[in-house]
T-cell receptor, first 112, second 114 residues
Framework: AQSVSQHNHHVILSEAASLELGCNYSYGGTVNLFWYVQYPGQHLQLLLKYFSGDPLVKGIKGFEAEFIKSKFSFNLRKPSVQWSDTAEYFCAVNGNNNDMRFGAGTRLTVKP | EPEVTQTPSHQVTQMGQEVILRCVPI?????FYWYRQILGQKVEFLVS????????KSEIFDDQFSVERPDGSNFTLKIRSTKLEDSAMYFC????????????FGPGTRLTVL
């Protein structure tokens, strides 16, 4: 069964610090990988996705993620965070079946 | 930009009561989903729906749950007899095709069971 692990439950950074949120997945076949963000009081929004091709994908708001197949990882990065990046970040994967499996989420708090 | 909408935004109900959560997916989408997120926990898949039938469901989606697409626009989740542990945020999602296409999520309905 496919599963997703996010290593950090809560990350606290100062503005302008660099961010890397870990995500590992477990699935035997071809996967599609996603990062969603949930700002306080709002719904899930797609940050970026990987289906195929260049393993380094760029998303909205300066975020990027790198798919490393050998490590089953899809870590999210941003070189310089802002206070407005404070949110919950979810890594998700779906394979050949139809559903999406989410990680537990990482809460990011950016101090101004 | 078209978006998935959900009503109500917050539903409070007594244990044992039936609730119906409503979703209006994006109009040209063909695949529909329900997820839930218990406070402080991860988003969990409940059920997927395509071509007027359930295509996949999780172990959470037991006989107390049902889904329906009663007309061309709405997609509903019914909980027959709510339990305290059904309190959660329920998200509807839709996508155009299966497989590699992106799922678009609604804003969620917060269900509180007293």
């Amino acid at each position: 069964a496919q599963s997703v692990s996010q290593h950090n439950h809560h990350v606290i950074l100062s503005e302008a610090a660099s961010l890397e949120l870990g995500c590992n997945y477990s699935y035997g076949g071809t996967v599609n990988l996603f990062w969603y963000v949930q700002y306080p009081g709002q719904h899930l929004q797609l940050l970026l996705k990987y289906f195929s091709g260049d393993p380094l994908v760029k998303g909205i708001k300066g975020f990027e993620a790198e798919f490393i197949k050998s490590k089953f990882s899809f870590n999210l990065r941003k070189p310089s965070v802002q206070w407005s990046d404070t949110a919950e970040y979810f890594c998700a994967v779906n394979g050949n079946n139809n559903d999406m499996r989410f990680g537990a989420g990482t809460r990011l708090t950016v101090k101004p | 930009e078209p978006e998935v909408t959900q009503t109500p935004s917050h539903q409070v109900t007594q244990m044992g009561q039936e609730v119906i959560l409503r979703c209006v997916p994006i109009s040209n989408h063909l695949y529909f989903y329900w997820y839930r997120q218990i406070l402080g926990q991860k988003v969990e898949f409940l059920v997927s729906f395509y071509n007027n039938e359930i295509s996949e469901k999780s172990e959470i989606f037991d006989d107390q749950f049902s889904v329906e697409r009663p007309d061309g626009s709405n997609f509903t989740l019914k909980i027959r007899s709510t339990k305290l542990e059904d309190s959660a945020m329920y998200f509807c999602a839709s996508r155009v095709r299966g497989g590699t296409d992106t799922q678009y999520f609604g804003p969620g309905t917060r269900l509180t069971v007293l």
